[in-house]
T-cell receptor, first 112, second 113 residues
Framework: GESVGLHLPTLSVQEGDNSIINCAYS??????FIWYKQESGKGPQFIIDIRSNMDKRQGQRVTVLLNKTVKHLSLQIAATQPGDSAVYFCAEIKAAGNKLTFGGGTRVLVKP | EPEVTQTPSHQVTQMGQEVILRCVPISNHLYFYWYRQILGQKVEFLVSFYNNEISEKSEIFDDQFSVERPDGSNFTLKIRSTKLEDSAMYFC???????????FGEGSWLTVV
């Protein structure tokens, strides 16, 4: 799970502030998108998903926005907490398939 | 909460040796996967498995790799003759069906020396 060597964009955010993580996807045939959180040395943990027939979906403290016109996905985390510090990956699945293609990831660092 | 479990958590093996990584997917799931993550890189798809056969595989999944569901609960990844470049974290995952959320295990860290 470590991303040493990978030049990840890093988002530093003050505890309690909101975070916005962005992702651009390339395959216009993708119809299902998932955000995963990966803590150091652990597996990707599902956060929230959205299908291509929606443009917004909300979960507990998280919101995913999908803009199909510009092939852009974002994850908003409200009231960011120290436990939110991790690498966040967006992933896409093409229609009629099950293969996840992961994006490059964004590291979120929450400052107390 | 049901989860995907993997063993071993860490294995060190000599180049050329065979390795078997084991996984117990979530019990009512029908699709099973292996992904890998080389240190410092993205998570990459290796193979998907459904109805006792491979449904899709990547170019990484060459003849050195094989998967098996030996019984009703386990799902294994075998690397026949390991190479140094096989060193990576290997994640097993499962989903209920096509287009459903894919859940990952905690990974098996393989080090080939």
């Amino acid at each position: 799970g470590e991303s040493v060597g990978l030049h990840l964009p890093t988002l530093s955010v003050q505890e309690g502030d909101n975070s916005i993580i962005n992702c651009a996807y390339s395959n216009s045939a993708s119809d299902y998108f998932i955000w995963y959180k990966q803590e150091s040395g652990k597996g990707p943990q599902f956060i929230i998903d959205i299908r291509s027939n929606m443009d917004k979906r909300q979960g507990q403290r998280v919101t995913v926005l999908l803009n199909k016109t510009v092939k852009h996905l974002s994850l908003q985390i409200a009231a960011t907490q120290p436990g939110d510090s991790a690498v966040y990956f967006c992933a896409e699945i093409k229609a009629a398939g099950n293969k996840l293609t992961f994006g490059g990831g964004t590291r979120v660092l929450v400052k107390p | 909460e049901p989860e995907v479990t993997q063993t071993p958590s860490h294995q060190v093996t000599q180049m050329g040796q065979e390795v078997i990584l084991r996984c117990v997917p979530i019990s009512n799931h029908l699709y099973f996967y292996w992904y890998r993550q080389i240190l410092g890189q993205k998570v990459e798809f290796l193979v998907s498995f459904y109805n006792n056969e491979i449904s899709e595989k990547s170019e990484i999944f060459d003849d050195q790799f094989s998967v098996e569901r030996p019984d009703g609960s386990n799902f294994t990844l075998k690397i026949r003759s390991t190479k140094l470049e096989d060193s990576a974290m290997y994640f097993c995952a499962s989903s209920r069906g096509e287009g459903n959320t894919i859940y990952f295990g905690e990974g098996s860290w393989l080090t080939v020396v």
